[in-house]
Every structure is written in C-alpha cells, then in structure tokens.
C-alpha cells in the first residue's frame, strides 16, 4: 500500500459546546514526504484540527486515519511514530538545552546517542550551559522541535511554531523544516495564520476559514494563473512600451505586464518586438499574488 496518505481525515466535526461547531466536515489529506501548510485566521480551527488528530480530543465526528490506520483503534501504535508542538512548548527553564532533552528521554527511553545528534540537528549543540529561560523564541522553538524528535516520528505535527519568531527565526525554522525533510523524510504538518511565513517551506496547502477547509492542493495550485496578463522583460522595455500602447502597458520595476487574451496573440508580440529590434528575455503568464489570493478565497466565503 505506497499510495496510503500519511493523514486522511473524513468529515472531521467538534464542537466545544452544542452550539456551533469549531471545525466542521474537514476533509484533510497529507501525502508521505509532504510538507502541508495548515493555514487559517486565528480562531479558523487549525489547533482544534491538530489536537484531534493527537487524540487529545474526544472524536465526535468523522473519521480519522493516520498511516492507514484508525486513530481509535491504533493510537498508540500511531502516536509512537509521531511528533508534536501543540501551542506554548514546556520546557524546564532553569534547565539547558541538553538537560531538557535528557529529561524527556528519559520519558521516550530513546538511545541516548540522540540527543547530541539532534541538537546539532536544530543547531543548538553549541548552547552549553546556558539555560532554556535565557534562550530567545526561536531556540526555545527549536529545542521543543528536538524534544518532538526524539521518538524518531515519521510524522511532525507543529502548531504555529513561527508564532512570535522574527524574521531570522522564521529562516532558522525553514532550514530546519527543509532539512527534517529532505534527509529525514519526515512528513510534517506546520500550521500559520500568516501565508508568508510558511509559503517558503511547504509543499502542499490547506486552507481553514471559519471552521472549513478552503482550499486543499499543491502550493502551485495556489498560485492561479491569470491568463489575462502577461509579463515582459525586454532589452528596451522604453522602446517596448511604445509598441505594445494597445495592449496598456503597465510597468513594476523591470517587467512590464499588458493584457493579453492568448498564446498566439503573446507569440505575435514576441514577435512584433523581435521585428523592431527588441530583444525578449522573459514572456511568461502573470500569477496572482498568493496573499491575495489567500485573502480571496477567505473573504469569499
Ligand atoms: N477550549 C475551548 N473551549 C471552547 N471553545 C474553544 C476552545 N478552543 C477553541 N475554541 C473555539 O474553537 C474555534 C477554533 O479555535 P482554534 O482551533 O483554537 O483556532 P486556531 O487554532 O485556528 O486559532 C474558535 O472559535 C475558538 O474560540
Ligand atoms: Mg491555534
């Protein structure tokens, strides 16, 4: 069985209370290896998703797979293979980077040799005794993310770990995600409420509004083709605006973007500028921003 996602949730609901549902018919598919973007507005249900998916919450609902197996059934076989970050991490404070990893290994009875190994995973082999209060956001992220490890999980589940990181932060953590990855092949599941801090890391999206998946697919499925426009960039973008008057023009610093209906008519402009002496470095179909089109299909529901 390869094809067999890693999650597959079918009509996922839970409610709080019996009024309204905080996530309702959630139909969640993670692939092996990928890395899915949980996105959603605060409040949209993405840690009520998560912590059912962890069995930290009673199923009302649905149904919940995980490595092709029932969640009700194979919990514990299922947890042993996954990693977790649901909101603020515990950690000792008062505890260094290496002590706190050895009193959760004490608890997940991994072999020692781990520990060293993932803290030059996460880049904190170097913290030495420096203690866990004194680390800044994005170290304590990342020793909660080794913590997460040490299980050796399959599969990594990360609630808003971007959340409160600056800017450098939020590069560590993509190299890491990237790595964790790519050598590890673990699937991971990272959730947001800001497109741009995940976009750069994930592979696949899905998109929370208001309790309900919006959207589900492939990053690049995201970014929708507005075959309308169409971007330039010439040797003589000047000369080139000229000749391209009926299209109407616009400039945005070295790409000039014109309405074009079609294939043959962007052909016939190449073309036409060739003719006049103007080279065509890039011809391409204009994308729509993604955080616009993050903001459209939100406000659209
Ligand atoms: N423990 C709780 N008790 C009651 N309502 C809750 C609880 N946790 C979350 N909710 C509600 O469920 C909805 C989804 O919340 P949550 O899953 O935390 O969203 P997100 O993680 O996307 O910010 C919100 O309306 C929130 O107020
Ligand atoms: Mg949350």
């Known amino acids: 069985m390869q094809n067999v996602p890693v999650i597959q949730t079918t009509g996922l609901s839970y409610s709080f209370s019996n009024k309204t549902e905080a996530i309702s018919d959630i139909n969640m598919v993670v692939e092996k290896g990928a890395v899915y973007g949980f996105l959603g507005p605060n409040g949209s249900g993405k840690t009520t998703t998560l912590s059912l998916l ?75 005794k420096k203690s866990a209060k004194k680390f800044s956001l994005g170290m304590k992220q990342r020793l909660s993310i080794a913590l997460a490890l040490l299980p050796d999980p399959e599969l990594l589940i990360l609630d808003e770990p971007a959340n409160g990181l600056d800017p450098e932060g939020i590069i560590e953590l993509r190299q890491l995600i990237k790595k964790l990855n790519a050598e590890k092949g673990i699937t991971i599941v990272i959730s947001s409420h800001i497109l741009s801090e995940i976009e750069k890391m994930v592979t696949h999206v899905g998109i929370i509004n208001k309790g309900r998946m919006v959207f589900q697919g492939a990053l690049e499925d995201l970014h929708v083709h ?13 000369k080139a605006i000229h000749f391209l008057k009926q299209y109407n023009p616009e400039t945005e610093g070295d790409l000039i973007t014109v309405y074009c209906d079609d294939i043959v008519q962007a052909a016939s402009i190449n073309r036409m500028l060739m003719n006049n002496g103007i080279d065509v470095y890039l011809l391409q179909p204009k994308k729509n921003n993604l955080e616009q089109t993050f903001i459209d299909l939100i406000e659209k529901q």
């Open 226 to 238: 507005n075959e309308s426009l169409l971007q330039l960039h010439t040797s003589d973008n000047e």
């Open 54 to 128: 962890l069995g930290l919450y009673k199923l009302h609902k649905g149904a919940i797979k995980i490595f092709g197996e029932k969640l009700q059934s194979a919990r514990s076989t299922i947890l042993k293979k996954t990693g977790s970050l649901i909101e603020t991490p515990s950690l000792y404070g008062h505890l260094t980077a290496k002590e706190n990893m050895e009193v959760y290994h004490k608890i997940y009875g991994a072999p020692k040799s781990r520990i060293i190994e993932l803290l030059q995973l996460v880049d904190l082999s170097g913290t030495g």
